[in-house]
C-alpha cells in the first residue's frame, strides 16, 4: 500500500511541497502520495483527523505552512527540541497513535546557506530581521552553528528584545553565543556578514529602514520570501551584497522532513534547478 502524506495550508494552491515531494520520491525510489490540502481556518485539527482516517494506504506524515504551525505545535502529542524551541511545527508523523511534531525550516535555513550557497554562519556576525513567527523558527538552528554574533532586530524593538531574552535563557541548552534584541535604529554603524530577512514585509512591498553600511564587504543578504524580488532584496543588491532568496530552505526544509518521513536523504541539487527553470 502507498504511504500517503500532504501538506495542510490557507491558501495551499501556490504551495510547491506536492511537486517537491514527487520529485523526491522518484529519485529515492519511494511509493509515497503527497497532496496538498486546504483546510478552513478554523478546521485544521478536523482536517487532520479525516487525513489520518480516511484513505487507501496509511497516512504517515504532514507538512503544515501558514496560518497553521502553532496549531500543528498544539495538536502534536510529543515535539522535537527543535519545534518547542519555535513553537511552531511543519513536520508532523503519525505513528500507532502518536503525533510527532517537529520544525524543519531552521535546518532548511542552515542547509541552503552553508551547502547551495556556500555561507556557513559559524563565525560570522548574522543579523535576523523580524520576530514573528518566520524569526522563531529559525533562531536555534542559526545558534547551534555558533555566529561571531546573532542579533535579532523588529520594528516592534520589544519584540526582538523578548525573543532575543527567551532564547538566550533556553534551558538545557550549551550556546556559545546569546542573541541580541533591538529596534532598526540602533542598527546605524552596525555591520553583519549575513542579513537574514524574516519579516513579512516583502509581502507588501515595504522598504524596511537600513543602512547600507549594514552589509559588510562580502555579505550574503537572505530573504526566505521566494518567488518574488523583494525591497530587501534590491536595497542588499544595492549596498553590494550577495542575494538570495528563499527557495532553496524551501527544497531543504522538505528534504529534511522527507528524511523524518522514509530515513533517506534526497539529493537537492537536480530539484532546486528543475524549480527553478
Ligand atoms: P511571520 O509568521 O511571517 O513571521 P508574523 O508572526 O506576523 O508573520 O511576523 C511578521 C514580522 O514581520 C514581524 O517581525 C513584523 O514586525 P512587528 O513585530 O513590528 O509587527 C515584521 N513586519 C511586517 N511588516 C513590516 C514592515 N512593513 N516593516 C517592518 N517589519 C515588518
Redesign the pocket.
Known amino acids: 500500500m502507498t504511504d500517503r502524506y500532504a501538506v495542510f495550508g490557507n491558501p495551499v494552491g501556490h504551495s510547491r511541497s506536492p511537486r517537491i515531494h514527487a520529485l523526491f520520491a522518484a529519485q529515492c525510489g519511494q511509493d509515497i502520495s503527497y497532496q496538498a490540502i486546504l483546510a478552513p481556518k478554523d478546521g485544521f485539527a478536523a482536517a487532520v483527523d479525516s487525513f489520518v482516517a480516511t484513505g487507501a494506504g496509511k497516512a504517515r506524515g504532514a507538512n503544515v505552512t ?1 496560518p497553521f504551525k502553532e496549531e500543528a505545535f498544539r495538536i502534536a502529542t510529543q515535539c522535537t527540541p527543535r519545534a518547542q524551541a519555535a513553537g511552531a511545527v511543519n513536520t508532523l508523523s503519525f505513528d500507532s497513535g502518536v503525533v510527532l511534531g517537529d520544525n524543519t525550516d531552521g535546518a532548511g535555513l542552515v542547509r541552503d546557506l552553508k551547502h547551495n550557497l556556500g555561507c556557513d554562519p559559524g563565525g560570522r556576525r548574522v543579523l535576523l530581521l ?6 522563531r523558527g529559525v533562531i536555534l538552528p542559526l545558534l547551534l552553528e555558533n555566529p561571531a554574533e546573532l542579533v535579532i532586530a ?3 524593538e520589544e ?1 526582538a528584545a523578548r525573543l532575543a531574552l527567551e532564547f538566550a535563557r533556553l534551558p538545557g541548552c550549551a550556546l556559545g553565543v546569546k542573541p541580541d534584541g533591538m529596534g532598526f535604529p540602533a542598527l546605524v554603524e552596525r555591520q553583519f556578514d549575513l542579513v537574514i530577512n ?4 516583502g509581502l ?1 512591498g ?1 522598504v ?1 529602514p537600513l543602512p547600507s553600511f549594514l552589509f559588510a564587504p562580502r555579505c550574503v543578504a537572505y530573504d526566505m520570501v521566494y518567488g518574488r524580488e523583494t525591497a530587501f532584496m534590491i536595497q542588499a543588491r544595492e549596498a553590494g551584497a550577495r542575494v538570495a532568496d528563499g527557495l532553496g530552505m524551501l527544497v531543504e526544509q522538505a528534504a529534511e522532513a522527507f528524511f523524518i518521513w522514509r530515513g533517506v536523504r534526497p539529493n537537492t541539487a537536480p530539484v532546486l534547478a528543475a524549480l527553478k527553470k
Open positions: 501558514v523580524g520576530a514573528g513567527g518566520a524569526a523588529n520594528r516592534t519584540t524574516a519579516t513579512s514585509a507588501s515595504a524596511l
